[in-house]
């Protein structure tokens, strides 16, 4: 869970998007295309694996954490970045340690007017 200030509090989530893999090191959350300027961007990635995360290239990792014992870890990823003009923000990828079941997801939040 993360708190954002500075974000629209009537419609927060301008869009969003989803991607999985069933085995892969390679975490992929698709493209979105933001329709406000200013839009801070929310990558949230996970995977079934023991495993570390490095987050995609131009985000800030805000949460990395395993949790878990033994066959059942599951590792989680928060990372952001501050968008400039609106438009299409292309996917982001996170790289893993290891392959496994993941999913990517991007979410575009609206600043506050």
Do not use: C, W
């Given at each position: ?21 069933s ?18 961007l ?10 570390s ?12 954490q ?18 400039g003009?609106a ?26 007017q």
């Amino acid at each position: 869970m993360a708190a954002y200030i500075g974000v629209n509090t009537t419609t927060p989530v301008d869009v969003s998007s989803g991607g999985s893999s069933s085995n892969s090191s390679s975490d992929v959350a698709p493209s979105v295309t933001t329709t406000v300027a200013g839009e801070l961007l929310i990558g949230v990635f996970g995977e079934a694996a023991n495993a570390s995360v490095t987050p995609p290239t131009g985000m800030l990792e805000q949460v990395e954490q395993l949790a878990g014992a033994g066959n059942t870890r599951v590792l989680s990823e928060l990372s952001d970045q501050q968008l400039g003009a609106a438009g299409a923000t292309g996917s982001r990828t996170a790289t893993l340690s290891k392959s496994g079941s993941n999913v990517g997801q991007l979410l575009a939040l609206r600043p506050s007017q």
